[in-house]
């Protein structure tokens, strides 16, 4: 089932952990250039999503964080139990979860930066 | 004892034992917590703004829900999490690329694991320090009324 070899998923896990360390930093610091209830609101929100740097940024934790969570969660659940079956099912379900959790994701910030469909 | 006899798969249970090899299997237990906390609150956070496409009300309703007491010590602990699987993190890719576990070293008695050394051991507490930290800066926004 495997495509690639265990080590290379782990590279991947690894730099999708140092970049989404540096997005996610970014991230917080938007919440706190103003108060952080003031940043809550509607207005302010969407003023973010209007900023394209700023949507890009977005779309990068969504997958950065998609990709590295998921493949931990398949980590673990490897750790646990180990059978064929066991392992294709969990490939399966944790990259089905990802693509959802990726798309689900992605249509927020289209939507809310008015660059496509409502 | 027969190799059929043998229960070797502890399953959850083993994975939940932080006692039996000390420092580095809390450490262990730990990122792999926080992890499954993250991935939930991430999840969690996708959800929640998603509430922003259907206009300033629906956002309005969904402030009401997260922006509690409950939720903001909810953030609290997504913020404790989110620094300890960082920092553990980092430790865990320099260990894993043989940083910091000193030489191999003759077993000798109580037969200490020579790669758990006071590098390995001190960065397991930097990262619950930087953890608490966080939270107590977190709580200072959160909580502070700003």
């Given at each position: 089932m495997a495509m690639l070899r265990e080590s290379q998923i782990m590279?991947?896990?690894y730099i999708?952990?140092?970049a989404a360390l540096f997005v996610v930093a970014v991230h917080i610091l938007m919440r706190l250039i103003m108060p952080y209830s003031l940043s809550l609101e509607y207005g302010n929100v969407i003023a973010n999503y209007h900023n394209i740097p700023y949507v890009v940024l977005l779309e990068s934790i969504l997958v950065l964080i998609a990709i590295h969570g998921f493949n931990g969660l398949r980590v673990i659940l490897l750790e646990l139990r180990q059978s064929k079956a066991w392992?294709?099912?969990v490939i399966i379900l944790t990259i089905a979860a990802m693509m959802a959790v990726i798309a689900y994701g992605t249509r927020t910030i289209i939507v809310a930066s008015g660059l496509g469909f409502e | 004892m027969e190799?059929?006899?043998?229960?070797?798969?502890e399953g959850i249970m083993g994975w939940l034992n932080p006692g039996r090899y000390g420092w580095e299997r809390v450490s262990y237990w730990l990122q792999r917590l926080t992890g499954v906390g993250l991935l939930a609150y991430f999840v969690g956070h996708i959800y929640e703004t998603s509430s922003l496409t259907q206009g300033p009300d629906a956002w309005a309703a969904m402030l009401e829900l997260t922006q509690t007491p409950m939720g903001h010590l909810i953030l609290l602990l997504v913020i404790g999490m989110s620094t300890y699987h960082s920092a553990n993190g980092i430790r865990l890719i320099?260990?894993?690329g043989g940083k910091g576990l000193g030489k191999p070293g003759r077993p000798d008695y109580p037969y200490d694991a020579v790669s758990l050394n006071y590098r390995q051991k001190s960065g397991i507490w930097i990262a619950l320090i930087l953890a608490a930290a966080a939270m107590l800066y977190g709580a200072s926004v959160l909580l502070g009324g700003e």
């Open positions: 590279k991947i896990h999708t952990a140092i392992e294709d099912g | 190799v059929a006899d043998r229960n070797n798969r320099f260990t894993h």
